[in-house]
């Protein structure tokens, strides 16, 4: 299982420092929304991090002009970029074409769709699936019985992510469960004292198992 | 009615010289989701378009971390910001809220949600709600009837917005029928030969009804 490291509501020269000291124990660096949309991309773009080991996450959560957004993406260096579920199909479509083409990888985020949704656009093969609570919502969000339920209702998507107030027991759990391919941790090891050691922490969690 | 000019796809400083030229003759000038994904809102705020007479709308698509993002909005100077109506519930009361606080407005981008998720939040009184069809999606778009659709289905909504490829012909109608609050033009104005010229026409399109 791997550890996707979520970097948000820092400054663009934080992230870099935070995505290189966490460069190989993370194995998915994200640059969040607030990166993106605070900087942008062609900023994103001019400061290439040049990770030895993860791979990089642009955060876009594209709802539209799909193309647009994944060339600008994939230019500014991400290996991994997100659309929004929400989006039309079109749009998840289009995407996925370039993105195959690029040989990237793509995230589609599940935040706030129905199962409706998710069955219209479950047939990318080779897309991650980000379960998402809102950061906006209220509630506890349990990682380990969403990933569970999902599973269940949708056999056929073979890669996950889980995302949400993780903690370390949430994600020894996911561990043991087996259901889930990504474990994105923000706050939770950004928002320590020392992010470093947090991160050794969520590995070492997720392997004993 | 009014005339927003949407402006995308360029580089900053040809949206910002773009702005000045359209202030006064569009009514609202967006500055497009591909503005603030390549450029940032931090570059944007630091280079205030001090607009005469036109209202900025920033087109940040927020579809989480409301708070976050609309306290960045405003700071960039954004007059009307936008939420997208895919997002939680929790997430487009949060910045309604934000959004009355500055005394500002923001507009809900009822892009590709169902008529369930529209009846969840056509409650916010002040809020501009945008019927908007998706720049990825194929098909002919008749935001005429679309308008006339939509205020029958949600006679309760007052102020609505329309955007998607819309012609002068498509704005004339749209006066002539008084549904509609605000009419949304991208490259018919901003990709022609003369943007100028091109925003006189649709405003005298749309007076003259």
């Given at each position: 299982m791997k550890l996707q490291v979520a970097i948000d509501r820092v400054s663009l020269g934080e992230a870099i420092t935070l995505a290189h000291k966490l460069d190989g124990i993370a194995d998915v660096i994200e640059f969040g929304t607030s990166l993106v949309k605070d900087?942008?991309?062609?900023?994103?773009?001019?400061?290439?991090?040049?990770?030895?080991?993860?791979?990089?996450?642009?955060?876009?959560?594209?709802?539209?002009?799909?193309?647009?957004?994944?060339?600008r993406g994939f230019e500014a260096h991400g290996d991994i970029l997100t659309v929004m579920a929400g989006s039309s199909v079109d749009t998840i479509s289009k995407v996925y074409e370039i993105t195959e083409q690029h040989q990237k990888e793509m995230l589609i985020d599940l935040l706030a769709v129905g199962d409706d949704k998710v069955n219209q656009i479950a047939n990318f093969a080779n897309a991650i699936y980000g379960l998402h609570h809102s950061r906006d919502a209220a509630g506890h969000f349990d990682a380990v019985s969403a990933s569970a339920d999902f599973h269940e209702k949708f056999p056929a998507i073979k890669r996950i992510a889980v995302a949400g107030g993780i903690d370390l027991e949430q994600a020894e759990g996911l561990a043991k469960q087996g259901v889930v391919d990504t474990v994105i941790v923000g706050s939770k090891i950004i928002g320590t004292v020392d992010p470093v050691q947090a991160a050794k922490e969520f590995k070492e969690a997720m392997t004993l198992s």
């Amino acid at each position: 299982m791997k550890l996707q490291v979520a970097i948000d509501r820092v400054s663009l020269g934080e992230a870099i420092t935070l995505a290189h000291k966490l460069d190989g124990i993370a194995d998915v660096i994200e640059f969040g929304t607030s990166l993106v949309k605070d900087y942008g991309l062609l900023m994103i773009k001019e400061n290439p991090l040049n990770l030895k080991q993860a791979k990089l996450l642009l955060d876009l959560k594209t709802i539209d002009e799909g193309p647009y957004e994944f060339e600008r993406g994939f230019e500014a260096h991400g290996d991994i970029l997100t659309v929004m579920a929400g989006s039309s199909v079109d749009t998840i479509s289009k995407v996925y074409e370039i993105t195959e083409q690029h040989q990237k990888e793509m995230l589609i985020d599940l935040l706030a769709v129905g199962d409706d949704k998710v069955n219209q656009i479950a047939n990318f093969a080779n897309a991650i699936y980000g379960l998402h609570h809102s950061r906006d919502a209220a509630g506890h969000f349990d990682a380990v019985s969403a990933s569970a339920d999902f599973h269940e209702k949708f056999p056929a998507i073979k890669r996950i992510a889980v995302a949400g107030g993780i903690d370390l027991e949430q994600a020894e759990g996911l561990a043991k469960q087996g259901v889930v391919d990504t474990v994105i941790v923000g706050s939770k090891i950004i928002g320590t004292v020392d992010p470093v050691q947090a991160a050794k922490e969520f590995k070492e969690a997720m392997t004993l198992s």
